[in-house]
């Protein structure tokens, strides 16, 4: 059965499952609140290699890491880390160690090249760097950089002293007593990057507060009703990376709070995959539309490895009705058997905002559900901007405890992302049906989404720029069905000057990670289509995108 009409007030819709009591606890105090309940039991197993910690070990590990931060290495509260971590059990140890001692959090995709992560690490003044041996030449790279370095740890190696390398055993071991910071539930605590609905990446400020009233908000036992308790036994299988808001606060955080055994993946290859769904039993997956539509449509997935699962969370990119039914032909379960659950949202709303309760009517499948508790939505026209009724279309407005302190060093990015009274403008298009449900249709920022990885078409279209040939150009995300969309670049080259696609698009490989590579193609034209105040009108592009992917 649906909720009852929630209160509709000039169109502001609030959500139909109440509120819930605003975080005042720090992320990770919070996170762990109750772990001596589950002490002896696994808290996060590296699905590939079967190293586990239990949550009473895990516990101790965040703790001395935070001794060690601040007694060993010298860094200071408020001082930033970075992490180039894949997701394995350590990062938990070294995130929450890194909170607990006051410094701010920034991570990174490990298969950056040294251009980005450099970017992102001298935005936000990063002072020490936490990452494994296989990105240690990155680490040890991008810490030249860097002012102030105060040095790297090495997850799994050990001390070199003379390198500034701190092996993570014996940041732990170490014999030191450090006073802990107090910490306050206002400080920003982390700084992932997201380049919202404009321009380049920027530092999104997340408090502990954001934090842990967003997993709050997930939690409600009300909307996730069947699974108030805590310590269910239940087993989490995740790909999404733990670098991403999503795997950070809605998975790893969000299951090391209900005392959850979390199996991650740190490299995701279809035999992986199955050998963790037969060897695990995960009652519950969280995965991105493209890890659904291979775990529907990949011949080696069989139903008999889908038989533990009850639940799979999706989210991070449009997900279609035709990829859930196709998923549950697959599995050979129905709706009631298995749910699958859609979440929506954002890296400046912690991220979540929509979610689909646990249980919705069938003739939902599709909406990314209702608003989680204690936050708000307007949906306001295109072309007015005044604020919508059900079932019409319009750009998808937020508020609540859960929405980032704004951009780091950047004002500018901020009042245009929120308004004055706190609404942010997510730049996806909306409408909401009478019981209130959500469904997305499209969206107007320049973000294009591939795998449900975050590409900024202007960080393309600078590093096309830098192409002495190239007079203009416009990056814009095309359809795909397996990655959702893919990025292709529309190219005007100086007069009398030759370049060919392949040249266009080897030069952006060289530079950006491989999801951002131009998998949709180049295309030459004439003119970039601009309106009279000089921006790029990217629909136009899309169109001809589309209709012609493969120019
Ligand atoms: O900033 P970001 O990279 O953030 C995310 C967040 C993913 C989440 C959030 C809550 C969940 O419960 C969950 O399962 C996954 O990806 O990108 C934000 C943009 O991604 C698109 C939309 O354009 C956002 O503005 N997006 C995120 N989730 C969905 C989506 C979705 N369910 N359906 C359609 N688009």
Partial sequence: ATQTAPDLDNNVLNSPWGEIKVGDETLTEYVFSDYELWADKPSVTCGSSGRSYQYGMLRMMVERCAMGLIGHMRLSPGERIGLILPNIPEFAALIHGAIRAGLVVTFANP????????????????????????????????????????????????DDKTNGIFGLRSLLMADHKADLPKLNCEDVCLLPYSSGTTGMPKGVMLTHKNLVSNLKQIQCPKMMKYKGEKGHGDVILTVPPFFHIYGFNAVLNYNLTLGYHVVSMPKFTPDDY??????????????????????????????????????????????????LEKFLLKCEKTKDEIKLLQGYGMTESSPVTLMTPYIYPFNKIGSVGQLVPSTQAR??????????????????????????????????????????????????????DDDHYFYIVDRTKELIKVKGNQVSPTEIENVITELPEVADVAVVGVPDALAGELPKAFVVLKPNNKLTEKQIYDFVAQKLTRYKHLEGGVAFLQTIPRNAAGKIMRNELKVLGSKNNKI
Wanted: hydrophobic share 40%; aromatic share 8%; with cysteine.
């Fill in 111 to 158: 298969l950056y090249t040294a251009e980005e992560v450099r970017k992102q690490f001298t935005d936000c003044d990063v002072k020490a760097i936490g990452t494994i041996e296989m990105y240690m030449p990155l680490a040890q790279e991008v810490s030249k950089s860097l002012k102030d370095y105060k040095g790297t740890i090495w997850v799994g190696g050990e």
């Fill in 274 to 323: 199955i050998k963790c769904l037969v060897e695990y039993k995960p009652t519950t997956l969280f995965v991105v539309p493209s890890l659904l539509a291979f775990l529907a449509t990949h011949p080696l997935v069989k139903k008999e490895h889908l038989v533990s699962v009850e639940t799979i969370m999706v989210g991070a990119a449009p997900t279609t009705d035709s990829l």
């Fill in 379 to 432: 949906v306001i026209s295109l072309t007015t901007g005044v604020s919508l009724g059900s079932h019409k279309s319009g750009e998808l407005c937020l508020r609540g405890p859960q929405v980032m302190k704004g951009y780091l060093n950047n004002e500018k990015a901020t009042l245009e992302t929120m308004d004055s009274d706190g609404w942010l403008h997510t730049g996806d298009v909306t409408y909401y």
